[in-house]
């Protein structure tokens, strides 16, 4: 099924009669080798989300508020779960700086390879954050770059609304799928250009794929098989990369789909959807681990996204949501930005995760 995107959130900057120019709503307004303008609208603050990237987030009514460029990091644990990631054979010693993402609508921020590329005064790159998501606003790979990232990090983010793993074995919408996404990376990236000197320690690769698969493919007699057929073209993708030099490996597993508003009024398919789903979840730790165990010198991080989700579902109220978690739309109260996707707020408890995952997995 086809979704429109949710168009990005205009960012402006103004310049009214001797008042200095100021930014627009959820734009950088401070962080180190900034040089851009400092105060922003009326009802946004500049708010010090680390060293190197302030913004204008929502809340109160000043327009002239300035930025400091030291902070108090961000906690990123969550309290209320926990979750696991595979320890590092290694761990990385230098920070995480680049990081290249491969995916489908729950990531995809429109990032082009031939626009503007990440730097200091823009980490994602292109478009203008948070880009073009799904979310009505930053979505989990947005506020992982700028808000709850532990050391400056450039992320490349090649995922598109509606990808699968391989468009010769489900072909939801023929657009970019990730064997074409990690295609792309090959070419433009695997040979450490001048835009992105990556190197095996500072360096992430992430992958965030299947619900597309899935979605297109739960009905068939053979799904069981046909997980490990979709699953082993993911890992040959990945071992691509890993010939060109990537280590680090981060995974999401598939969230809990079958309570989509597209999905949960139909209580056979989500019967039918809840149980694939646990299988490829079953089945993508298996593969990550053999990945890891016959590949020397990788280290793998693992997501629990279906955990992260029916968390916020069963608690709602208690992340400000609304306790309706069926219907959908632009508000962030509700879950839901549409039938399929959530807003921002479940995004934002999802990057908090990767974060987290990633630090306890000796990355950051």
């Known amino acids: 099924m086809k979704f429109k995107l949710i168009p990005s959130l205009s960012i402006a900057v103004l310049a009214l009669g001797g008042v200095a120019a100021q930014g627009g709503a959820w734009s950088q307004c401070g962080g180190i080798g900034w040089t851009g303008v400092t105060n922003c609208i009326s009802g946004y603050t500049c708010t010090v989300l680390n060293p190197y990237y302030s913004q204008c987030l929502p809340g109160g009514s000043s327009s002239t508020t300035t930025t400091t460029t030291t902070t108090t990091r961000i906690s990123t644990t969550l309290s209320t779960t926990t979750q696991t990631s595979t320890s590092p054979s290694s761990s990385p010693t230098s920070g995480l700086k680049y990081w290249f993402s491969f995916g489908d609508s729950y990531t995809a ?3 082009s390879a031939t626009g503007n590329q990440p730097s200091t005064q823009n980490p994602l790159g292109n478009p203008t954050y948070p880009g073009q998501t799904t979310s009505n606003g930053p979505n989990w790979i947005d506020v992982v770059t700028v808000k709850y990232n532990r050391s400056l990090t450039y992320t490349y983010n090649f995922a598109v609304s509606g990808a699968t793993i391989d468009n010769a074995l489900v072909n939801s919408l023929n657009v970019p799928s990730m064997t074409d996404q990690v295609s792309t990376w090959m070419t433009r990236y695997s040979t450490k250009p001048a835009t ?6 500072n360096t992430m690769f992430s992958a965030f794929i299947g619900i597309n698969d899935i979605g297109n493919s739960y009905s068939r007699s053979d799904i069981n098989t ?3 057929t979709l699953l082993t073209a993911e890992f040959k993708l990945l071992d691509r990369i890993y010939t060109s030099g990537g280590r680090n490996f981060l995974f999401h597993n598939i969230p809990p789909m079958e309570r989509s508003p ?3 009024g139909q209580s056979s398919w989500a019967t039918q959807e809840k149980a694939v789903i646990t299988t490829w979840n079953s089945k993508l730790q298996t593969y990550i681990s053999n ?3 016959s590949h020397s010198g990788v280290n793998t991080f693992l997501v ?7 968390m916020v579902l069963n608690n709602p109220t208690s992340y400000g949501l609304s306790s309706d978690v069926r219907s959908s739309g632009s508000s962030q109260q509700l879950f839901w930005a549409d039938v399929y996707h959530p807003n921002t707020v479940m995004h934002d408890v999802l990057g908090k995760e990767v974060a987290r995952v990633a630090q306890v997995g000796g990355f950051w």
């Open 226 to 228: 046909f997980i490990d």
């Open 109 to 111: 921020t429109g990032f």
């Open 196 to 201: 992105a000197p990556w190197q095996a320690d």
């Open 262 to 264: 597209l999905i949960s």
């Open 304 to 310: 629990d996204a279906n955990a992260q989700f029916t």
């Open 291 to 293: 990945f890891k165990s």
